[in-house]
C-alpha cells in the first residue's frame, strides 16, 4: 500500500484553507500567485507554523505523532535552508554516503569539506536538497528546489526526485518553472486567486 498524506482545512495568517492529497509515488505541484501562501501551505503540512486544520500520515493525526518524527517523514526542503556546521559534510548524518549522490548532482567532491559560504547558491540548493532527503522521509515538500540551477542540474536533481517516488516518496512540489510542473507532477493544485 502506498503511503497517503491527507491535509484538510489547514489555515493560518490570511492564507487557505486548503485541503489536499497525495500518495506514495506521486507528485502533487502547488501553484498560485506570488503571495498566495504556497510556502505557508508547505510548512503547514510539516507542521513548522501554527495552523488550523489537519494533516494525517496513513490515517494517523500530526497530533499523535511526535513533532520531530513528523518532520523526519514529511520533510519541508525550504528554498534557502540555514547551515550552521562549519562544513556541508557535518550538515550529514552520513558525509560518506553523500558522495555518490552529490556526483549524481554534479556536484565536485571537495565541495563536501567546504564551509557553506564558500559555495556557490546553486551547489547549495542541491546539497540542501541532498540534506532533505538523507533521512528517507515519506513525504517530501520541495518548496522552489531548482530556483538556482541551470536546466542540466535541474534535470540531474528531477531525475533523483523521480527515482524516490518509484520507490514509495510522496512529493509536494512548489515551483514558479511551468516545465518542472509539466515534467514532474502527476496533478496540480491551484490556491489562493487565479494567477
Ligand atoms: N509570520 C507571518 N505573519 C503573517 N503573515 C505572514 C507571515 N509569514 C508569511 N505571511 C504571509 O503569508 C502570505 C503567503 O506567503 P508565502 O511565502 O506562503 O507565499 P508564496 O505563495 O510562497 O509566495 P512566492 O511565490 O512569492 O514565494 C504572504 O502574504 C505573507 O505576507
Known amino acids: ?11 493560518c495568517f490570511d492564507t487557505g484553507p486548503v485541503s ?36 494525517r500520515l496513513d490515517g494517523v493525526p500530526a497530533s499523535a505523532i511526535p513533532a520531530p518524527l513528523w518532520r523526519s517523514q514529511v520533510r519541508y526542503a ?3 535552508p540555514g547551515w550552521w556546521a562549519p562544513t556541508i559534510g557535518e550538515h550529514f548524518r552520513d558525509p560518506a554516503a553523500l558522495a ?6 554534479g556536484l565536485p567532491k571537495d565541495a563536501i569539506s567546504a564551509p557553506p559560504e564558500r559555495l556557490s547558491t546553486g551547489e547549495r540548493q542541491r546539497f540542501a536538497f541532498l540534506r ?3 533521512e528517507r522521509p515519506k513525504v517530501l515538500l520541495l518548496d522552489e528546489p531548482s530556483s538556482a540551477l541551470d536546466l542540466e542540474a535541474t534535470l540531474a536533481l528531477e531525475g533523483m526526485v523521480r527515482a ?15 516545465d518542472q510542473i ?14
Open 100 to 105: 555518490d549522490r552529490a556526483a549524481q548532482l
Open 20 to 55: 489536499l492529497s497525495v500518495t506514495g509515488g506521486q507528485c502533487l505541484a502547488v501553484a498560485g500567485r506570488s503571495g498566495s501562501g504556497k510556502s505557508i501551505l508547505l510548512r503547514m503540512i510539516a507542521d513548522l507554523v501554527p495552523h488550523s486544520g489537519e494533516c
Open 1 to 11: 500500500m502506498p503511503i497517503a498524506l491527507d491535509a484538510t482545512q489547514l489555515q
Open 132 to 134: 532533505a532527503i538523507e
Open 78 to 80: 525550504a528554498s534557502e
Open 182 to 195: 509539466t515534467r514532474l507532477a502527476d496533478s496540480i493544485l491551484t490556491i489562493g486567486d487565479a494567477a
Open 164 to 178: 524516490l517516488m518509484a520507490d514509495g516518496l510522496a512529493v509536494i512540489l512548489v515551483s514558479h518553472d511551468a
